[in-house]
């Protein structure tokens, strides 16, 4: 029974590769499918207005601060 153990090591390492091929395939699917998604979701009416928000905000965040002090105090 002693002598089968040694047996066994090549199948543990060879089973060890295939779970990580099959895992270096499973990430390369899901980053395909995520990559399908972001485009999908930029094509979209909803991805288009993300977009147009985005720009605006940025837009306006780099109008509001031209130099002046962020508060005013004013003395009567």
Not at 31 to 48: I, M, T
Not at 57 to 62: E, V
């Amino acid at each position: 029974m002693g002598c089968f153990a040694c047996f066994d090591g090549g199948n543990k390492q060879q089973r060890k590769e295939q779970e990580k091929l099959a895992s270096a395939e499973a990430r390369a699917r899901a980053a395909e499918a995520a990559q399908k998604r972001q485009e999908q979701f930029e094509n979209s009416a909803a991805g288009r207005a993300a977009r147009a928000q985005m720009q605006g905000m940025a837009k306006q965040s780099a109008n509001t601060n031209k130099g002046e002090a962020v508060l005013k105090w004013q003395m009567t």
